[in-house]
């Protein structure tokens, strides 16, 4: 009996042992990682939301951590000048714009960029420290379940061969021509999220590859509160060379954008927030490529360029994009289940209720090797679980071109 008890003390000792070690080893890769992420900043501002944003100075921002950016010398804006026609005509000058919250704080000097702080308790939520920023991997599970097309069948969607299990997407979709550009109008709203480990998002996709190792250049709002602490909207980007597999991150959590705007920082919340059936509010969101450095580059609302993803980290997406799509989507490990994830997807209201209860985007464009921004010359929506999320794609007589409408608030009677 004596030994057996000595046997159990030593295990627990060597156990607390072991957990002071990991500890250790977890705590070290934290503190490496904040190095690595946080920069030295010029200037600091308090936001009055709790962020902080970091004044960095140009070309010590994280980007150039990224071997192939070693040398690389920054393309201070874009060498294209695009001639936007406005798509839509409708109630241009009523609608109302938002800003970010910190800039009621202060703003960057010229020569800087601002760049959202992590803190520790950022990486602590995370996964692991090696997973921090970046998307879940896509769970894919092969089926001959075809998604439902509300507007239609299109030639390019008859034979579904996989379904993505944690994910689900509610999008307008046009594909099969070179893409060099896209922009809309996306409504801005605050979605429920029901776990921490979820998000929503309502965004805008590039993408060209194959179906099982694409490249994606995405950028919108999202509220995702493992990566961020709160349930705040915020501005986002994110890129990926691998179908999220090993490559990308959100904003600038790991190196691969390029900042060159001290106006607006990635990952940082925005406001006001549209409320149902009282004033609506959007952000505009473009994604260009620069024909003469292969660039791509992110501009936010009235013509600010962020930055860009630069042409030397991408593959395919050097030439062009092949597939753009506009929409929303909701992660969750309880899509496709039951009991249905309440995560909501948008304003959390379907897309049949239209403008002042459902998020739209407006003024949905492309820009193909014309340069001309037009809307697209073929689009499909998709709704891959349509008792959940949907998608409409509607025009009235006073517009010029159509509204797509999109979301839902995931679990409810016929989804549950």
Same mark, same amino acid.
Request: net charge neutral; charged share 20%; hydrophobic share 35%.
């Given at each position: 009996?004596?030994?057996?008890?000595? !046997?159990?003390?030593?295990?627990?000792?060597?156990?607390?042992?072991?957990?002071?070690?990991?500890?250790?080893?977890?705590?070290?890769?934290?503190?490496?990682?904040?190095?690595?992420?946080?920069?030295?900043?010029?200037?600091?501002?308090?936001?009055?939301?709790?962020?902080?944003?970091?004044?960095?100075?140009?070309?010590?921002?994280?980007?150039?951590?990224?071997?192939?950016?070693?040398?690389?010398?920054?393309?201070?804006?874009?060498?294209?000048?695009?001639?936007?026609?406005?798509?839509?005509?409708?109630?241009?000058?009523?609608?109302?714009?938002?800003?970010?919250?910190?800039?009621?704080?202060?703003?960057?000097?010229?020569?800087?960029?601002?760049? !959202?702080?992590?803190?520790?308790?950022?990486?602590?939520?995370?996964?692991?420290?090696?997973?921090?920023?970046?998307? =879940?991997? *896509?769970?894919?599970?092969?089926?001959?379940?075809?998604?439902?097309?509300?507007?239609?069948?299109? =030639?390019?969607?008859?034979?579904?061969?996989?379904?993505?299990?944690?994910?689900?997407?509610?999008?307008?979709?046009?594909?099969?021509?070179?893409?060099?550009?896209?922009?809309?109008?996306?409504?801005?709203?605050?979605?429920?999220?029901? /776990?921490?480990?979820?998000?929503?998002?309502?965004?805008?996709?590039?993408?060209?590859? =194959?179906?099982?190792?694409?490249? /994606?250049?995405?950028?919108?709002?999202?509220?995702?509160?493992?990566?961020?602490?709160?349930?705040?909207?915020?501005?986002?980007?994110?890129?990926?060379?691998?179908?999220?597999?090993?490559?990308?991150?959100?904003?600038?959590?790991? /190196?691969?954008?390029?900042?060159?705007?001290?106006?607006?920082?990635?990952?940082?919340?925005?406001?006001?927030?549209?409320?149902?059936?009282?004033?609506?509010?959007?952000?505009?969101?473009?994604?260009?490529?620069? *024909?003469?450095?292969?660039?791509?580059?992110?501009?936010?609302?009235?013509?600010?360029?962020?930055?860009?993803?630069?042409?030397?980290?991408?593959?395919?997406?050097?030439?062009?994009?092949?597939?753009? *799509?506009?929409?929303?989507?909701?992660?969750?490990?309880?899509?496709?289940?039951?009991?249905?994830?309440?995560?909501?997807?948008?304003?959390?209201?379907?897309?049949?209720?239209?403008?002042?209860?459902?998020?739209?985007?407006?003024?949905?464009?492309?820009?193909?090797?014309?340069?001309?921004?037009?809307?697209?010359?073929?689009?499909?929506?998709?709704? *891959?679980?349509?008792?959940?999320?949907?998608?409409?794609?509607?025009?009235?007589?006073?517009?010029?071109?159509?509204?797509?409408?999109?979301?839902?608030?995931?679990?409810?009677?016929?989804? =549950?």
């Amino acid at each position: 009996m004596a030994k057996f008890i000595f !046997r159990v003390f030593l295990a627990v000792i060597l156990l607390c042992l072991s957990n002071r070690v990991n500890g250790k080893a977890k705590f070290k890769d934290v503190e490496e990682k904040l190095k690595q992420l946080n920069k030295p900043a010029v200037k600091i501002i308090q936001s009055e939301d709790g962020d902080i944003i970091d004044c960095v100075e140009i070309y010590k921002q994280p980007a150039f951590d990224h071997p192939a950016l070693r040398n690389h010398v920054i393309q201070m804006k874009p060498s294209f000048d695009l001639k936007e026609v406005k798509i839509n005509s409708k109630n241009e000058s009523s609608k109302l714009t938002v800003f970010q919250t910190w800039q009621k704080s202060g703003s960057c000097p010229e020569g800087t960029v601002s760049i !959202r702080r992590i803190r520790r308790e950022d990486l602590l939520r995370a996964n692991s420290v090696q997973q921090f920023g970046r998307k =879940p991997q *896509e769970v894919v599970l092969k089926s001959n379940t075809t998604i439902e097309h509300k507007d239609g069948q299109s =030639p390019f969607f008859n034979n579904t061969k996989f379904t993505i299990v944690n994910r689900s997407a509610a999008t307008l979709v046009t594909v099969g021509y070179n893409y060099i550009g896209a922009k809309a109008d996306i409504n801005v709203w605050t979605p429920n999220v029901e /776990s921490e480990d979820e998000f929503t998002t309502a965004q805008i996709w590039l993408k060209a590859g =194959p179906g099982d190792n694409f490249e /994606s250049l995405e950028s919108g709002w999202m509220v995702n509160p493992q990566l961020y602490g709160d349930k705040k909207t915020r501005f986002f980007a994110h890129w990926t060379k691998d179908s999220y597999k090993t490559t990308g991150c959100f904003d600038l959590q790991c /190196s691969g954008f390029i900042q060159t705007s001290s106006k607006i920082a990635l990952g940082a919340a925005i406001s006001p927030i549209s409320m149902e059936l009282g004033q609506q509010y959007y952000i505009t969101i473009g994604i260009y490529m620069d *024909e003469n450095t292969n660039n791509w580059w992110l501009i936010f609302g009235n013509g600010i360029t962020i930055g860009y993803w630069p042409a030397s980290t991408l593959n395919v997406l050097k030439n062009s994009a092949t597939m753009v *799509e506009w929409g929303g989507q909701v992660y969750s490990p309880n899509v496709r289940k039951s009991p249905h994830t309440k995560t909501a997807m948008g304003s959390g209201k379907f897309a049949s209720s239209l403008k002042g209860n459902a998020c739209y985007m407006e003024n949905i464009g492309i820009v193909d090797f014309s340069t001309q921004l037009q809307y697209p010359p073929a689009v499909t929506t998709l709704a *891959e679980e349509n008792y959940c999320y949907t998608a409409l794609n509607h025009q009235d007589g006073s517009e010029s071109s159509p509204t797509f409408y999109f979301g839902g608030p995931g679990q409810n009677y016929n989804c =549950p």
